[in-house]
């Protein structure tokens, strides 16, 4: 189960009528955000595994 253009494209016009074009930067800065936190989180607790 894979996403096509048709599917993302469906998708970010529900989140632009969802959240509106001007809020789009702001929510795309949080996503980003929060993926490079959650990575940051899964890379040291890999580094704690590895030295116990």
């Known amino acids: 189960m894979s996403l096509g253009l048709p599917e993302l494209l469906l998708i970010l ?3 632009i ?3 509106g074009a001007n809020k789009l ?3 795309g800065r949080g ?3 929060a993926i ?3 990575k940051k989180g899964i890379s040291e ?3 704690k595994d ?3």
């Open 25 to 27: 930067p702001a929510l």
């Open 17 to 19: 009528l969802i959240f």
């Open 36 to 38: 490079k936190n959650f």
């Open 45 to 47: 607790s890999d580094n």
């Open 13 to 15: 016009l529900i989140v």
């Open 31 to 33: 996503i980003g955000e």
């Open 50 to 52: 590895e030295k116990k």
